[in-house]
């Protein structure tokens, strides 16, 4: 499938082509070109290592491993390829090492710059966003990292098929293997060297539902991965969410806008449908997982 491509500008996020962005916004995703100062490595690092045991490598890579005992923080998903790193912003603080911290939080940055850039589109009067978004558009929310490694040893699909939550991802890959939903079939998604695929999430696509022109959140899923050469399928991404003890909104387009949802009540049913594991309290605030 060919995506619509922007980069990133002072002023926020440009398309190549004229209509990009409200293309972007039915196809539910589209790839942005990836800041030539954002440094990527520590990332890369980081999803071959943080499964390993701290004694099993070199004494360089060692802050990137020894993440499997981090209750909370590190998922074995039975039904599936991945296991997986997924980490908020204090978390991160605490048991990252800072080239990895300065990569998320770059990210991060690219996604809240997209969820700006669509709102504005949109015409979400900018009063109201940081209500709707739970203030996600200035840094607040949830800022979630994922750091993911699909075993090879699994015979399994990868990752379920799902729909990210919050507003806004932005993924690294550089292996085949994530499809999307288009016309009840699964449509491959290369990916592009030098460009980020960025997802927009459930939590958008309910805020703008009732708008002429609405978000889609992209359904997708990882293939079965075999590894390329020695190296098994890795992929990382920073997650712009609403917080989680709050409410989902939606807006109207004459600007009134309403709660629609508990985040709680929505988590707790994506965790159970997506997983159908033991940590269907994940990402919910108060509940002890
Ligand atoms: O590994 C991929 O290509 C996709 C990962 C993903 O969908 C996620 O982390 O939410
Ligand atoms: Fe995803």
Redesign the pocket.
């Known amino acids: 499938m060919a995506l619509e491509r922007a980069q990133e500008t002072a002023e926020g996020i440009a398309f190549e082509r004229a209509y990009g962005l409200p293309r972007a916004l039915r196809d539910g995703c589209f790839l942005l070109e990836i800041p030539p100062e954002i440094d990527l490595t520590p990332g890369i690092e980081l999803s071959r290592q943080f499964y390993r045991p701290l004694q099993d490598g070199p004494e360089e890579t060692r802050p990137y491993r020894g993440f499997r005992d981090l209750e909370g923080i590190y998922f074995d998903r039975e039904h599936f390829q ?1 296991e ?1 790193l997924l980490i908020d912003g204090p978390a991160r603080r605490q048991h990252f090492p800072p080239d990895v911290m300065a990569m998320t939080d770059r990210m991060h940055g690219l996604a809240v710059h997209v969820l700006r850039t669509v709102l504005t589109h949109l015409g979400v009067p900018g009063h109201l966003w940081p209500t709707l978004t739970g203030n996600a558009v200035e840094g607040g929310g949830i800022q979630w990292f ?1 750091a ?1 490694h ?1 075993r090879p040893e699994r015979a399994q699909l ?2 379920a098929p ?1 729909k ?1 939550t919050g507003f806004v ?1 932005v ?1 690294y ?1 550089e292996q085949e ?2 499809e999307v939903r288009v016309d009840g079939g699964w449509t491959p ?1 290369e990916p592009v060297p030098g460009y980020f ?1 960025v ?1 927009f999430g459930a939590a958008f696509e309910l805020l703008t539902r009732r708008l002429a022109t609405p978000v889609q959140a992209i359904l ?3 293939q079965h991965c075999t590894p390329s050469g020695d190296a098994d ?3 990382f ?1 920073a ?1 712009v969410n609403p917080p989680a003890d709050g409410l989902l909104y939606q807006v109207h387009a004459d600007g009134a806008a309403a709660a629609a949802r508990s985040s709680k009540e929505f988590l707790r049913e994506f965790n159970e449908k997506t997983w159908s594991d033991q940590y269907e309290d994940f990402g919910i605030s108060g509940a002890t997982a």
């Open positions: 991945t997986h994922a993911n699909y990868g990752c799902h990210d991802t993924l890959i293997g994530l998604i695929v997802n997708h899923r990882v399928r890795f992929s991404a997650f």
